[in-house]
C-alpha cells in the first residue's frame, strides 16, 4: 500500500480520538491557567526538572541505561547559558542554545566512552565523569567558584519580547516543556525507539537481529544530554543562577528519583516524579537536611516497594480492570 | 637544597608519602567493595556513608565513652560489620532476584538517609578528633646520604606512615583470606556458582549476610584511620567514595590483588600530578579512567564479562 498523503491524514484522524483531543485541551487550559493561582517560578522550576526528567528517562526507562552522571549535562548547560547571558550579553534562545550544544557535545563524548561497559560499571563511569565536571566547574575561573554565577540577566527573547516578567516567562518556559517533553515522546514512538526498546529488553537479541546497539546506545544518550542540556539552560534562565548545585552527585541522585517514582518507561511519569519532588523541597527547604533524609527515604520505599513509580502503577491498574 | 620540578626533596618525599596514604585508603574501600560485588552484585554505594560513620563512630567513642583510638580500630569494625548485616538481611536481601541496578539505587538513598540525619546530629562542620600521642609528631629522615646534601631532611609525619604500614597489613591480610584459606576458597566459588555451593551444603546466604557486613567493616576500619587525619565531617564520605568507583573501573573488580594494587598506584599518580602540575591534581584519577577505557575496558585486572 503507498502512503499517499491522504493515507497518513486518514491514518492520524484515526488514532487522534475526540477523547483525546479533550483531553489535550484539557490539559492546555490547566497549564494556562496554573500561574494565577500557584506561583509561576516554582511552576517554571518544575518544568524544568520535568524535562530534565523525561530526558533522563529516555534512558533509564527506554533503553535500559542507569546513566548517574545526567548532572555535569544538565549542570554544564546551566553554566553555560548563564555565562552566555551575563557576559555574551545574547538572547534568551540563543543562550539556551548554546548551552543545548555544549550538553550534547559532552554528552557525545561522554556517551562514546561509558557505553564500553555495562550495567553497574555504565552508572559508576557516568558518575565519576560527571565528578570531573564538577570538579573542574568548581576550579574554572568562568564559573565563579562556590559562589556560581548569580544574577543572570533575563535578556529579550529574539532579541525583542521582555521576558523579564514572570508570567510572561512562564508561557516562554511552557512552550519550552511542551516541546521537550513532545521531542521525548516522538523519540520513543518511533522505530528509533523501537529498538531502544529491543535493546533494553535483550541487547544481544538486538545484536543478533543486526542492530548495531552501540551506535543506537549512544544516539539515545546524546539525545537525553542534550534535552537535559535544554533543561539545563531554561533553569538558568528562570533561577537567575548557575551553581555547584546543578552539577553535583545529588543532583544525578535526583533525577534518578523523579524517575523511579513518577514510572520509569512511562512517558510522561518523570514529569509526575519531578513536579511531587520540586513540591516537597519547596516545603521542607526550611527544614535543613530533613529534606535529604525524606528524599532518601523515598528513594529506598520506591526501591523496595514501588518500582512500577505513579503513573507505572495507574496504567498497571487499568489494564488490569 | 636539592629540587627536582623547582621543590625540595624533601617536600617532595612528603608528597609520595601523602599520595601513598591517600592510595591506602583508595586500595581499603575498593577492597570493599569488590569484595562484596564478587559475592553481592551490588555496586556498595553506601561504603562512603559507612566510611563516614566509622569516623563519626571512633570520635563518639573518644568524646562521649573515653574509649581510645586502639579500642576504636576494633570496635568500630564490628559496630559497622553489624550495621551492614541488618542493612543486607532488611533491605539488599529483597533485591537478589532484580537487576542490579536496583541495589545501587537503594544504597544510594541509604547515604541520602545516613548523610542527613548525621548533619542532623552533628552539623555539618568539622569535628576534631585527637590521635593517640605514640602516633603523633614526626621523624626526621636525614636525606644526605641519597642527595649528598646536609640541608636535605624529610620530616615524616609519623601517623601517615602508620596509615600506610596498617593499610598494607590489613590489605595483604584479606587477600590472604580470601585467596589462600579454606573459608575463602568457599567465597570464590560461591562467587563463580552460587547455586552449585549451596548444593554442597554450604550456607550461601549467610555467607552473603557476612561478607556484606565484612565489607562494610573494612569501610568503618578505614573511617577510623582518617578521624586522626582529617575533621571528621558528615559528607567526607561521598566524596571519596567516587574517586573509588573511578579506581574500581580502573582496576576492574575481577581480582583481589588488583584491587590493591591499582589503589595505592592511583594515590602514587595523584601525587605525582600534584608535583608536576597541581591544577589537575583532582582530576587525574578521572582521566586515567576514561584511558583505561578506551584501551582495555574490562580495567587493568578485570575479566570481561
Known amino acids: ?321 | 637544597m636539592t629540587t627536582v620540578f623547582d621543590m625540595p626533596v624533601s617536600i617532595l618525599g612528603l608528597q609520595i608519602l601523602i599520595g601513598l596514604q591517600n592510595g591506602a585508603f583508595y586500595a581499603i574501600l575498593s577492597l570493599g567493595l569488590a569484595v562484596i560485588f564478587g559475592m553481592l552484585n551490588v555496586i556498595n554505594f553506601t561504603h562512603g556513608a559507612q566510611y563516614m560513620l566509622g569516623a563519626f563512630l571512633a570520635y563518639v567513642l573518644l568524646q562521649y565513652a573515653g574509649i581510645g583510638y586502639w579500642w576504636a580500630l576494633i570496635l568500630v569494625p564490628i559496630c559497622l560489620g553489624l550495621f551492614g548485616i541488618v542493612i543486607e538481611r532488611a533491605f539488599l536481601r529483597q533485591l537478589y532476584d532484580l537487576d542490579h541496578l536496583y541495589g545501587l539505587l537503594l544504597t544510594f538513598g541509604l547515604v541520602l538517609i545516613i548523610e542527613g540525619l548525621m548533619v542532623e546530629t552533628f552539623g555539618a562542620s568539622g569535628l576534631p578528633y585527637a590521635k593517640p600521642e605514640l602516633l603523633d609528631g614526626t621523624e626526621r629522615l636525614p636525606l644526605a646520604g641519597l642527595t649528598g646534601n646536609e640541608r636535605d631532611v624529610m620530616i615524616l609525619p609519623i601517623y601517615r606512615m602508620w596509615v600506610i604500614v596498617i593499610s598494607i597489613v590489613v590489605c595483604l591480610a584479606v587477600w590472604y583470606a580470601i585467596e589462600k584459606t579454606r573459608l575463602g576458597s568457599y567465597l570464590r566459588a560461591a562467587t563463580e556458582n552460587p547455586s552449585l555451593v549451596r548444593a554442597f551444603g554450604i550456607n550461601v546466604p549467610l555467607m552473603i549476610t557476612l561478607t556484606y557486613g565484612f565489607g562494610v567493616a573494612l569501610a568503618g576500619f578505614a573511617g577510623v584511620l582518617a578521624a586522626g587525619l582529617q575533621a571528621v565531617t558528615p559528607h567526607m564520605g561521598s566524596n571519596l567514595i567516587i574517586i573509588v568507583f573511578a579506581v574500581v573501573v580502573i582496576g576492574g573488580m575481577g581480582s583481589i590483588m588488583g584491587s590493591i594494587l591499582t589503589g595505592f598506584a592511583l594515590g602514587l599518580v595523584e601525587a605525582v600530578a600534584k608535583i608536576a602540575y597541581p591544577e589537575a591534581s583532582n582530576i587525574v584519577i578521572f582521566v586515567i579512567m576514561i584511558l583505561v577505557l578506551l584501551v582495555r575496558p574490562a580495567g587493568l585486572f578485570g575479566r570481561e564479562a
Open chain 1, 1 to 321: 500500500m503507498v502512503d499517499s498523503p491522504m493515507h497518513v491524514a486518514a491514518h492520524v484522524r484515526q488514532r487522534v480520538s475526540g477523547k483525546q483531543v479533550a483531553i489535550g485541551l484539557l490539559v492546555l487550559a490547566v497549564f494556562a491557567v496554573l500561574p494565577f493561582v500557584v506561583y509561576p517560578v516554582f511552576l517554571m522550576k518544575a518544568m524544568c526538572f520535568a524535562i530534565f526528567a523525561c530526558a533522563f528517562n529516555l534512558l533509564l526507562g527506554f533503553t535500559g541505561l542507569l546513566s548517574f552522571g545526567h548532572a555535569a549535562f544538565f549542570g554544564a548547560a546551566s553554566y553555560v547559558s548563564a555565562h552566555a547571558l551575563r557576559v555574551w550579553g545574547v538572547s534568551a534562545e540563543l543562550a539556551i542554545l548554546s548551552g543545548m550544544i555544549v550538553a550534547c557535545l559532552l554528552g557525545l563524548a561522554f556517551g562514546a566512552i561509558a557505553i564500553r561497559r555495562q550495567g553497574i560499571y555504565f552508572a559508576m563511569i557516568t558518575l565519576a565523569l560527571a565528578q570531573m565536571i564538577f570538579v573542574l566547574a568548581l576550579q574554572m575561573p568562568f564559573t565563579g567558584g562556590e559562589d556560581g554565577i548569580q544574577g543572570v540577566p533575563r535578556n529579550p527573547l529574539f532579541g525583542v519580547i521582555d521576558i523579564s516578567d514572570n508570567l510572561t516567562l512562564y508561557y516562554v518556559v511552557l512552550v519550552i516543556f511542551f516541546l521537550g517533553l513532545f521531542a521525548v515522546h516522538r523519540t520513543v514512538h518511533s522505530p528509533f525507539g523501537q529498538v531502544l526498546r529491543a535493546i533494553r529488553e535483550s541487547e544481544p537479541r538486538a545484536k543478533s537481529l543486526g542492530y548495531e546497539t552501540d551506535r543506537y546506545k549512544l544516539v539515545a544518550f546524546v539525545i537525553s544530554a542534550t534535552l537535559a542540556g535544554l533543561a539545563g539552560g531554561t533553569k538558568a534562565l528562570v533561577m537567575q543562577v548557575a551553581s555547584l548545585t546543578d552539577v553535583q552527585w545529588q543532583m544525578s541522585g535526583e533525577v534518578v528519583l523523579m524517575t523511579l517514582l513518577g514510572g520509569m518507561g512511562t512517558v510522561f511519569g518523570p514529569a509526575v516524579g519531578a513536579a511531587l519532588i520540586v513540591t516537597l523541597q519547596n516545603f521542607l527547604s526550611g527544614f535543613g537536611s530533613l529534606v535529604t533524609i525524606i528524599t532518601g527515604a523515598i528513594f529506598v520505599v520506591c526501591v523496595l516497594m514501588f518500582r512500577r513509580g505513579i503513573v507505572g502503577e495507574i496504567q498497571a491498574r487499568l489494564k488490569t480492570k
